[in-house]
T-cell receptor, first 110, second 117 residues
Framework: AQSVSQHNHHVILSEAASLELGCNYS??????LFWYVQYPGQHLQLLLK??????LVKGIKGFEAEFIKSKFSFNLRKPSVQWSDTAEYFC????????FGTGTRLTVIP | GAVVSQHPSRVICKSGTSVKIECRSL??????MFWYRQFPKKSLMLMAT?????????EQGVEKDKFLINHASLTLSTLTVTSAHPEDSSFYIC?????????????FGSGTRLTVV
């Protein structure tokens, strides 16, 4: 069965700290992987996506993610977070249909 | 870029009434659109896949007769919550991707906050 797991429910960081959010997936067949962000009061926006090729994917706002097939993981990283990164982050996997993780709330303290 | 418009953004209705939510792809065609429900402190749950010109595909546990989906054109899908009850109060989000290469990715509407009183 398809599923996506995000193990960090709430992460609190100070500005300039490094960020890594975990995402593991279970999916049969070729999988596309995504990270979405939902800022307070706003709708979901795509941060980055992986379809094939270079497993290190760079997205918007300085975010990147690495696809490790052997670990079924697609962790999101950012070297130095800002207060404006405070949001809910969702990992998703799928082909024609997306399945979402439970989300990770990131709070960045100025 | 691809834009999905969802309307209304907020709606309050009385228990027992029906509410229609629209999802439009503004600058692309989408044979397939998706309806999600977001529970507080939980993830987005896929409710159904809307297919233009044919019946929607519902996920297990989603009542077809309660959540009516119509995908009458390549740019419009509607979700009607029939005989709404307070437990139907939630945040509903639609998404779509263009009928082109998958590299376009998925675009989400801004969501509809439904409150049933």
């Amino acid at each position: 069965a398809q599923s996506v797991s995000q193990h960090n429910h709430h992460v609190i960081l100070s500005e300039a700290a490094s960020l890594e959010l975990g995402c593991n997936y279970s999916y049969g067949g070729t999988v596309n992987l995504f990270w979405y962000v939902q800022y307070p009061g706003q709708h979901l926006q795509l941060l980055l996506k992986y379809f094939s090729g270079d497993p290190l994917v760079k997205g918007i706002k300085g975010f990147e993610a690495e696809f490790i097939k052997s670990k079924f993981s697609f962790n999101l990283r950012k070297p130095s977070v800002q207060w404006s990164d405070t949001a809910e982050y969702f990992c998703a996997a799928g082909a024609t249909t997306l399945f979402f993780g439970t989300g990770t709330r990131l709070t960045v303290i100025p | 870029g691809a834009v999905v418009s969802q309307h209304p953004s907020r709606v309050i209705c009385k228990s027992g009434t029906s509410v229609k939510i629209e999802c439009r792809s503004l600058d692309f065609q989408a044979t397939t659109m998706f309806w999600y429900r977001q529970f507080p402190k939980k993830s987005l749950m896929l409710m159904a896949t809307s297919n233009e010109g044919s019946k929607a595909t519902y996920e297990q546990g989603v009542e077809k007769d309660k959540f009516l989906i119509n995908h009458a054109s390549l740019t419009l899908s509607t979700l009607t919550v029939t005989s709404a009850h307070p437990e139907d109060s939630s945040f509903y989000i639609c998404s779509a991707h263009p009928d082109g290469p998958p590299n376009y990715g998925y675009t989400f509407g801004s969501g509809t906050r439904l409150t049933v009183v």
